[in-house]
Structures are given as C-alpha cells and as structure tokens.
C-alpha cells in the first residue's frame, strides 16, 4: 500500500504497544506521521512537546515516520499532512465500541478518510499509558513495557 497514514494518540507515554503499531503501519504505508494530541480534557503527565520528542527519539530507525503535534480535529490535521488514512491499534474488543465510533465520526466528517485498525500484538494486549504510569508511580519495574531509553525519563517525571 502506498500513501500517508496518521497515527493519532495521547502517547502520555508511548509504549511498546504504540511502538509495535509504528513499526508496522511503516512498513505498509509511505509515510506515516504519529501525531500527538495536544488539547485533551485529560491533564497529561508529559507536554505534548515531551511526548513528541520522546516518540521522536524511540522511533529514529524508521526513516518514513514522522512525529508532529495537533490540536483541534483530527480530519483537520488529516488534511494539513495530506493523509488518506488514520491508523489506529486495538487491543481488546474493548476497544472496538469506542473506536468504531471515532471511525465512524471521523469518516462522518471526511468522506474519503479511512480509518485502518490494527490488531495488537498479543504481547502488549495488557498494556497501556495508564498502566505504565501507575506502575511508574510506585517505582516499578517497566522493562519491555515501554522503549528502554524513556524508563529513566518516565520515573524521574515520579521522583524515581
Ligand atoms: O490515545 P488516545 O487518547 O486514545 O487518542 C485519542 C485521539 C487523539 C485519537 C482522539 O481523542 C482524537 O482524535 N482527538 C482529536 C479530536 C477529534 O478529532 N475527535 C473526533 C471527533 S469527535
């Protein structure tokens, strides 16, 4: 397949999960931007600024990834990079009623833009940004759960 893809999210912070979902959605489009949410209800634990250098340092080794932040609407953003296609992981089926929604909502707004889901590893089906921070905040062990290169940033956002 060929084309850019975006690959939205709070990534507060990224993941191995997130990672995963990266690297494959590399190797299927031309291009794909990750791009960072900047404006969320939620109080995130990193600036979007952090976030975006952090994903920007994880993802260094894949030449046709780009990291940018948003704000606003995604279909808007869509069309700033020139994307046809919005990527997003699933986990469980847990996920799938909110993110059909999204898809929905978000093709509602822009005909033309599709939204590809892709299935987790089964290694990471357990794992998100909340979890990361909770065991984070009792200074636990997150080894292969997020890169190896952000734990140290990570705990020392907990005083670790
Ligand atoms: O990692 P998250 O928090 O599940 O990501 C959610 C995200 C960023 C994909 C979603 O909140 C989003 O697209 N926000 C931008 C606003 C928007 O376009 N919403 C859809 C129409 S209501």
Redesign the pocket.
């Known amino acids: 397949m060929t084309g850019i893809a975006v690959y939205?999210?709070?990534?507060d912070p990224c993941t191995n999960g997130h990672l995963d979902v990266i690297r494959r959605a590399s190797r299927i489009f031309d291009k794909v931007v990750v791009?960072v949410?900047a404006n969320?209800g939620k109080t995130p634990l990193f600036s979007s600024e952090e976030r975006a250098d952090m994903l920007r340092d994880v993802t260094r080794e894949f030449k046709n990834v780009e990291v940018e932040c948003f704000s606003?609407?995604?279909?808007d953003f869509t069309d700033k990079v020139k994307a046809d296609v919005i990527i997003?992981g699933l986990r469980a089926v847990s996920d799938f009623e909110y993110e059909f929604q999204?898809a929905l909502?978000?093709r509602n707004?822009k005909n033309s833009l599709e939204t590809l889901f892709l299935p987790t590893s089964k290694e990471y089906m357990f794992l998100s940004?909340s979890v990361v921070k909770e065991i984070a905040g009792y200074n636990g062990n997150l080894d292969g759960l997020v890169p190896a290169a952000l734990i140290p940033v990570i705990k020392a956002r907990f005083g670790y």
């Not at 939205?8 to 990534?11: D, E, I, L, T, V």
């Open positions: 939205p999210g709070s990534f791009a949410l969320s606003g609407l995604l279909v997003k999204m909502i978000n707004l940004s």
